[in-house]
C-alpha cells in the first residue's frame, strides 16, 4: 500500500488522496500561447523512475501537496 506523508495530517493511505497529475513544465520549444496550455493539460511524460505529482488529500486537510514519488517501486522520497 502506497503511503503519503501529509504535512497537515501526518502519514496517511492513498485512499485518501485524489492524483492531481505530473508537475513539470512546457518545453521552451514551444512558444504559442495555446500550444503551451495544451502541452501542459494533456502531454504527461509518464516517468519511469522518480517524478514529482500532485495530490490532493479529499479525506483529510483537502489541500495539495508536492511529492516525489519513485513509480516503479511506488516509494514516496518527499
Ligand atoms: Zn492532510
Redesign the pocket.
Known amino acids: 500500500m502506497l503511503w503519503i506523508p ?4 501526518g502519514r ?1 493511505p492513498v485512499e485518501e488522496y485524489r492524483f492531481g497529475g505530473e508537475l513539470r513544465g512546457v518545453p521552451d520549444r514551444i512558444t504559442d500561447p495555446i500550444e503551451r496550455d495544451v502541452d501542459y493539460v494533456w502531454m504527461f511524460d509518464n516517468v519511469a523512475g522518480v517524478t514529482t505529482e500532485r495530490w490532493f ?1 479529499q479525506a ?4 495539495w ?1 508536492t511529492v516525489r514519488r519513485d513509480t516503479t517501486t511506488d516509494t514516496v522520497l518527499g
Open positions: 501529509c504535512p497537515t495530517c496517511r488529500h483529510g486537510c483537502r489541500r501537496l
